[in-house]
């Protein structure tokens, strides 16, 4: 008879957990095979067959493969202009996606999972260049490939910035030169489309004045994320120390203070994305929008008009965006298909791809598209220019047990897997506790020249420059996790399981003493922003103030990569706000 220790029971049960553990992570994150839904369309469902490289070949007068718009990019953004257009019924509308639907991806679904989207199948998987400033060292820089962009993948934080990055935005604006009148960018006309866009529901845990947020949006807001102890103890030392407590950092008197984190997770502890908000089943059965998935967009056509001197964009070529795979289940499908655009090609692939697919078209500066034999449409400097991102420097810090939830979450033993499976079990019947976490659940923001806060500045040297919006910004934003990782949770953290991070992120930096200590540590948060900014071209620009693109007719640009400036907080809302305000110029424009 063979018998076993109990010490050798204990290590078998917690295998068995973390098989089981691993196979469950493993079931809610990866590529799902199963059919698309029927509203989506395959690219050879949307566009004609290109014949030798030729436009002509693709017959303008083809009601099916003819759109009053074309939109590049089915990300956060580009839903938001397919909602909003086809509200109108004579408008026709093709969205085009390189990759799928996350409706069906429980790592898009539950909250704490959104790492098993990043790096993989449902990511670009983008790093940058070696980076002179940092040491010579790569950052990876996710940008995801699915329906709804970075809104599938994010953190969740809820937050649209300080009033003053719009009013200096609007500025930026006013310089331009406009025939038609200049568009309004300032803080309270994007207020009006930040209410218009938001649903918040409040939660009885977090009582806010609520005369500012928006109430019948289609983006559920509020505080249904867990808030954990270590979150609640990171608000008592941040107001200990003078930053002080403020109920609610989305409305008009600004961000500075610390607060628990809003965030898009909806009553039922679910991720709130782009797709779930705007491309509903009703939105996508209307019989005016067509969604393309599996469409990589290779170039935008133009038409020259010599007799009027003028360049318009006419349509968009694309190909399947997963190379050997079928459309039909036969052979790869390796053909270039092209769709035409009555009125306008929008460009909504984000901060990344935007500029990358401007250039394959032949706008950019003509000495970088003549090093690789690109035709010159429009000689356009500003073009993958002006790139603007935040930095964050994570730091971790031992706790007391049962303050960190990092033993939960990356259990190693049989106690922490059996309150590992408490969790899932939790959400998986009330659809609360850890699994709702976004991770960062209370966070900050503040100025390094506030001497409230820092006392006399003798180890800063003083400012040249106050790169804060219109000098009043906050220029740090400070985040408590009751979790311990390194490089967005993919590297494996070292310090202990009792343990949890403070992140400070470098907003609009004034410090010189605080840049040089983040070259060594520094990681992107992920908010790439202004690569094709809305500017006079004499500044970079490369969209009027209606987001027209100088030089050339029929073709629009919405998304991050417009921000004269980066705000000083999150991207997703102020992206989102961003095509709410487009729509209403576009449709105007007709």
């Known amino acids: 008879m063979i018998t076993s220790s109990p010490s050798t029971t204990t290590w078998a049960l917690t295998a068995a957990l973390g098989v089981a553990g691993a196979t469950f992570i493993y079931s809610n994150s ?60 004579s408008i026709t509308v093709l969205v085009l996606e390189a990759g ?30 070696p980076q002179e400033h940092l040491n010579g060292r790569e950052c990876h820089w996710t940008r995801a490939k699915l329906l709804g962009g970075c809104t599938t993948s994010n953190a969740m934080m809820f937050h649209f910035g300080t009033p003053e990055d719009y009013d200096e935005w609007d500025q930026i604006a006013k310089r331009i030169d406009s025939t038609s009148g200049a568009e309004d960018w300032g803080y309270q006309e994007m207020k009006k489309y930040f209410l218009k866009m938001e649903r918040y529901v409040p939660h009885p845990d977090v009582p806010i004045d609520t005369t500012e947020r928006g109430k019948n949006g289609p983006v559920q807001s509020g505080y249904h994320g867990y808030f954990s102890k270590f979150g609640a103890a990171f608000l008592k030392s941040c107001e200990a120390v003078g930053i002080p407590m403020v109920d609610d950092i989305n409305t008009s008197k600004g961000t500075l203070g610390v ?28 019989p005016n929008l067509k969604v393309a998935i599996g469409a990589h967009v290779k170039r935008i056509r133009f038409e020259e008009d010599s007799t009027r001197g003028t360049k318009r964009a006419i349509g968009v070529e694309f190909v399947p965006h997963v190379s050997g795979e079928a459309v039909d289940g036969s052979a790869p499908d390796t053909r270039s298909y092209f769709a035409w655009a009555r009125k306008e090609v929008i460009l909504s692939a984000g901060a990344v791809n935007t500029p990358q697919i401007l250039l394959l078209s032949g706008i950019g500066p003509s000495e970088e598209l003549n090093k690789h034999s690109i035709p010159v449409i429009q000689d356009l400097p500003g073009v993958g220019r002006n790139l603007r991102d935040h930095l964050v420097i994570n730091t971790h810090y031992k706790t007391r047990p049962g303050v960190s939830n990092t033993r939960t979450l990356y259990p190693s033993s049989l106690t922490e897997y059996l309150a590992h499976w408490r969790a899932i079990g939790q959400y998986i019947m009330f659809r609360t506790g850890l699994l709702t976490s976004q991770t960062q659940c209370a966070m900050g923001f503040l100025r390094v020249d506030d001497p409230s806060l820092f006392g006399p500045s003798d180890h800063l040297s003083e400012l040249e420059v106050d790169s804060t919006s219109l000098g009043k ?48 540590r520094v990681e992107t948060l992920y908010h790439p922003t202004s690569t094709a900014r809305m500017a006079p071209l004499s500044e970079g620009g490369v969209v009027n103030d209606k987001l027209q693109v100088y030089g050339v007719e029929g073709l629009r640009i919405v998304d991050a990569s417009i921000m004269p400036e980066i705000v000083s907080g999150h991207t997703a809302g102020p992206t989102i706000g961003i095509a709410e305000k487009a729509a209403d110029i576009i449709k105007t424009s007709l």
């Open 30 to 89: 990866k590529r799902n095979k199963g059919p698309q839904k029927s509203q989506f369309y395959a690219v050879h469902q949307v566009g004609k067959v290109l014949k030798q490289d030729d436009v002509q070949d693709a017959a303008s007068d083809d009601l099916e493969t003819t759109y009053d718009f074309i939109i590049v990019g089915g990300g956060t953004a580009a839903l938001v202009l397919a909602n909003r257009l086809t509200e109108d019924p």
């Open 100 to 129: 799928g639907s996350s409706s069906s991806l429980k790592a898009s679904n539950i909250p704490v999972l959104f790492k098993y989207l990043q790096r993989g199948h449902y990511d670009w998987n983008y790093k940058t260049t």
């Open 259 to 286: 607060t628990r984190t809003p965030t898009y997770i909806d009553s039922r502890g679910r991720r709130v994305t782009v797709e779930s908000s705007y491309l509903t089943p009703d939105v996508l059965s209307r």
């Open 473 to 520: 910004g906050p220029d740090l934003e400070v985040m408590g996790s009751a979790l311990a990782w390194k490089d967005h949770g993919h590297g494996k953290f070292l310090g202990g399981s009792d343990a949890a991070s403070i992140s400070m992120v470098l907003l609009r930096p004034t410090s010189k003493d605080l840049t040089e200590l983040l070259k060594s």
